[in-house]
Nanobody, 124 residues
């Protein structure tokens, strides 16, 4: 069982930056691929970024590539999402998620554990 708690959300002006954190419980954090997803009002939850268990592989949605950076510290059981050059369209609730088993995925249904989400609001 893994519990995930996100933090670091808030309100920022367009062009600004935020860093989200996701702290995980459990002794096998490094065995999980970790993803960040987001959900804007009235829209489906969508993939943003994923990092492999070792941290050696990352993948980004086209909409955030070059602006967001995902990283993890397995000693601290924490995954991060550094967001820069934020745009109003980045406004959403951001969720971290953990995927058990081999490989990583961009699919919402492939993840086994989810955090409660943290709100990010970007004003123009």
């Amino acid at each position: 069982q893994v519990q995930l708690v996100e933090s670091g959300g808030g309100m920022v002006q367009a062009g600004g930056s935020l860093r989200l954190s996701c702290a995980a419980t459990g002794r096998t954090f490094s065995s999980y691929a970790m993803g960040w997803f987001r959900q804007a009002p009235g829209k489906e939850r969508e993939f943003a970024a994923v990092i492999s268990g070792s941290g050696g592989s990352t993948y980004y949605a086209a909409s955030v590539k070059g602006r967001f950076t995902i990283s993890r510290d397995n000693a601290k059981n924490t995954v991060y999402l550094q967001m820069s050059s934020l745009k109003p369209e980045d406004t959403a609730v951001y969720y971290c998620a953990a995927k058990a088993g081999a490989g990583w995925s961009t699919g919402v249904r492939d993840y086994d554990y989810w955090g409660q989400g943290t709100q990010v609001t970007v004003s123009s």
